[in-house]
């Protein structure tokens, strides 16, 4: 299946793109949202960083077809600064999160992101990482096991699926998606199985587990919020309540304006709000209809106003 990148336009209209300016694309991808930023670059540059070697390989080809000035990155966003720092890089003019997992991701079998799917339980997005979803699925505690499915995943059943989970993995090892998503069925109600499939938010929470995905985002987005230059844009696409609280805790701690101005008739430049920001947007009716998997994404924006 092919790859359509949520909220493309939006995106990139906010990023306000300057075509000397240098860009990153914190989560490359399929290269979807890098494309549409190399086309609007002559002098600027690209750096784009992702950590899924396959996603790496596709899009190398794409972006090459484009131009030449980027750079993939591979690694883990989180190692942002000191990547770019490594490079001389200390100040850009945009920066962009994409959190969603892509298409190809889901709809490759073998990656075990999919629960419709048979596939051993993988959800890596790094292959070389050392821990699988089989790993938390059969060795976690039930208390850890409830813990995630909770937090991560916003499920009001974790604890019965929790609990399925410890008495199904007693007899024999949970190994494959499909051994799963029937042990979270087995443990919800049958109402629930006409609302939503049973399985969606245990598999998020699961995923979120195996590749850290949470527990490194406010560190990262201040750390992108610190290489902008003055007028630079950051730019974040959520797709579940988590990491939107997250973006939007961050955006606004550093959009606050300092207490010491208050009152006062003009505000010196330095004590300003370093981030202006933007309303949050949300998918078109066109695109919702076009890509259904846009229909949980918000993306929220950021201007900054100095350097901290």
């Given at each position: 299946?092919?790859?359509?990148?949520?909220?493309?336009?939006?995106?990139?209209?906010?990023l306000n793109i300057?075509?000397?300016?240098?860009?990153?694309?914190?989560?490359?991808?399929?290269?979807?949202?890098?494309?549409?930023?190399?086309?609007r670059l002559k002098?600027?540059?690209?750096?784009?960083?992702?950590?899924?070697?396959?996603?790496?390989?596709?899009?190398?080809?794409?972006?090459?077809?484009?131009?030449?000035?980027?750079?993939?990155?591979?690694?883990?966003?989180?190692?942002?600064?000191?990547?770019?720092?490594?490079?001389?890089?200390?100040?850009?003019?945009?920066?962009?999160?994409?959190?969603?997992?892509?298409?190809?991701?889901?709809?490759?079998?073998?990656?075990?992101?999919?629960?419709?799917?048979?596939?051993?339980?993988?959800?890596?997005?790094?292959?070389?990482?050392?821990?699988?979803?089989?790993?938390?699925?059969?060795?976690?505690?039930?208390?850890?096991?409830?813990?995630?499915?909770?937090?991560?995943?916003?499920?009001?059943?974790?604890k019965q699926i929790?609990?399925?989970?410890?008495?199904?993995?007693?007899?024999?090892?949970?190994?494959?998606?499909?051994?799963?998503?029937?042990?979270?069925?087995?443990?919800?109600?049958?109402?629930?199985?006409?609302?939503?499939?049973?399985?969606?938010?245990?598999?998020?929470?699961?995923?979120?587990?195996?590749?850290?995905?949470?527990?490194?985002?406010?560190?990262?987005?201040?750390?992108?919020?610190?290489?902008?230059?003055?007028?630079?844009?950051?730019?974040?696409?959520?797709?579940?309540?988590?990491?939107?609280?997250?973006?939007?805790?961050?955006?606004?701690?550093?959009?606050?304006?300092?207490?010491?101005?208050?009152?006062?008739?003009?505000?010196?430049?330095?004590?300003?709000?370093?981030?202006?920001?933007?309303?949050?947007?949300?998918?078109?009716?066109?695109?919702?209809?076009?890509?259904?998997?846009?229909?949980?994404?918000?993306?929220?924006?950021?201007?900054?106003?100095?350097?901290?």
């Amino acid at each position: 299946m092919k790859h359509i990148s949520v909220l493309l336009e939006p995106t990139i209209n906010a990023l306000n793109i300057k075509n000397d300016g240098i860009y990153v694309d914190c989560t490359l991808g399929y290269a979807g949202h890098s494309s549409a930023i190399l086309k609007r670059l002559k002098k600027g540059k690209l750096y784009a960083f992702d950590q899924d070697e396959d996603a790496r390989a596709h899009s190398e080809n794409v972006l090459k077809n484009i131009g030449d000035n980027f750079e993939i990155i591979p690694t883990n966003f989180s190692n942002l600064k000191e990547e770019l720092n490594k490079r001389g890089i200390t100040g850009v003019d945009g920066i962009m999160f994409d959190l969603g997992v892509s298409s190809p991701q889901l709809d490759d079998a073998d990656r075990g992101f999919s629960f419709h799917k048979s596939a051993p339980l993988d959800m890596r997005m790094d292959k070389s990482a050392k821990l699988t979803a089989k790993d938390v699925v059969n060795n976690y505690s039930f208390n850890d096991l409830y813990r995630i499915i909770k937090n991560y995943g916003e499920e009001k059943y974790a604890k019965q699926i929790a609990r399925e989970i410890e008495k199904e993995r007693k007899v024999k090892p949970i190994e494959t998606t499909l051994e799963l998503a029937e042990t979270i069925s087995n443990a919800v109600p049958e109402k629930y199985k006409r609302l939503t499939h049973p399985a969606r938010r245990t598999f998020q929470a699961i995923r979120i587990e195996v590749n850290n995905e949470l527990d490194i985002l406010p560190k990262t987005f201040n750390d992108a919020i610190d290489l902008l230059n003055e007028d630079g844009v950051i730019a974040i696409i959520t797709f579940h309540s988590l990491e939107d609280k997250i973006a939007k805790k961050v955006l606004l701690s550093r959009a606050k304006e300092n207490p010491l101005a208050k009152g006062l008739p003009v505000v010196p430049e330095e004590y300003k709000p370093e981030l202006k920001l933007l309303k949050k947007i949300k998918p078109s009716e066109e695109e919702l209809l076009n890509n259904k998997r846009s229909r949980s994404s918000i993306l929220r924006v950021g201007i900054k106003q100095r350097r901290g």
